[in-house]
């Protein structure tokens, strides 16, 4: 298993990358970068390259809508480059609030277009000379008539950049078991991951040509005996997700909640959070949830909870260090790990 974080997109991101090289240096394995509606994430991500040496760098995620998938390919590959081959592509659909709202783009066909981006960027990689005939059309057919077939000009460091899906929805699920180098849930409950996720992932798998699917889940990390209440910090950025990332009916999140089994919780958040009071949306996220999703605790909980995401299938563990000592705190998980 593996040891990863997120780069904290809030607030000082210059300083939020001097923790990251300190972790690397404490052992962590990979560093990902959020893109939500604020700074974007390449540009962090580079700042990261050439800040740290050894280092994966993901991002977590690139809103598909957001970019051609050239772009998308030629940005991995550059971050590749300058990083000496240490790039993830973490790619998501995001939702129609922010995709919609921010960025004025129609939220169609998830799916499919998912999976065209994904092809087309690992035949970018290639230096293939690129036709595309569905949702991107290449050369573009409505335009002057002079767009011709290309390939990449700059040769990749590597013609194969691992591709990681952020999904949560079965069908997501199974594209993702099925053609992507790793999968990106949010709000991971290990105990009940199989019987929420069991299927799609068996089915996407049946169908899979490449290697093992790498599985990351995330939580907050805090070791000791008087740290218990630090779970307390996840109660808003939940709230957050399962209350307000969506409207009624549409949203991913608290569909999970509901399928984790917290459909009373789930409907409370939610209609506090939408009427404005945030606060008792947050207080209404269920303490056993928080316990269960993170590694907070005394050092024998805190190791309970680590076996009980590797048996869930974790294969990279992304932690949120909160503790008095997160430097120390992250050492510790790395030798527990292995």
């Not at 194969?160 to 929805?169: D, F, N, S």
Request: hydrophobic content about 45%; some cysteine.
């Amino acid at each position: 298993m593996r040891l990863g974080t997120f780069l904290q997109y809030a607030g000082d991101a210059v300083r939020t990358v001097d923790q990251a090289v300190a972790l690397e240096q404490a052992g962590l394995d990979a560093v990902w970068v959020a893109e939500a509606y604020g700074f974007d994430a390449p540009t962090l991500m580079g700042y990261l390259a050439a800040r740290t040496e050894r280092v994966l760098i993901g991002s977590a995620i690139l809103p598909i809508y957001t970019r051609t998938p050239a772009l998308i390919a030629q940005t991995a590959a550059g971050l590749d480059a300058v990083s000496g081959g240490r790039a993830l592509l973490g790619l998501g659909a995001s939702g129609p609030q922010v995709i919609e709202g921010w960025h004025g783009v129609r939220y169609d066909r998830p799916l499919a277009r998912t999976r065209e981006i994904i092809d087309l960027c690992r035949r970018m990689w290639r230096r293939e000379v690129i036709t595309n005939d569905g949702i991107y059309q290449l050369p573009y057919p409505g335009g002057t008539g002079l767009g011709k077939p290309l390939k990449m000009l700059t040769k990749p460091v590597r013609d194969e950049i691992p591709v990681y899906v952020a999904a949560l929805g079965d069908k997501n699920v199974e594209l993702t078991a099925e053609i992507a180098d790793g999968w990106l849930p949010i709000l991971f409950l290990p105990e009940k991951a199989k019987s929420v996720w069991g299927k799609a992932l068996d089915a996407g798998r049946a169908r899979r040509t490449r290697g093992p699917l790498d599985v990351v889940a995330s939580g907050l990390l805090a070791i000791g005996e008087d740290v218990t209440g630090l779970r307390e910090l996840a109660r808003a950025n939940v709230a957050l997700y399962v209350g307000g990332m969506g409207a009624r009916g549409r949203n991913f999140y608290n569909d999970l909640m509901r399928r984790y089994g917290y459909e009373a919780e789930a409907a409370t958040i939610q209609d506090l959070y939408l009427a404005g009071r945030k606060e008792e949306a947050a207080a209404a996220v269920p303490a056993e949830f928080l316990e269960l999703t993170a590694l907070v605790g005394p050092a024998g909980h805190v190791k309970e909870r680590l076996e009980a995401f590797r048996e869930a299938g974790v294969t990279m563990l992304n932690v949120t260090p909160v503790g008095p000592d997160p430097i120390g705190d992250v050492r510790t998980l790395r030798e527990w790990m292995g």
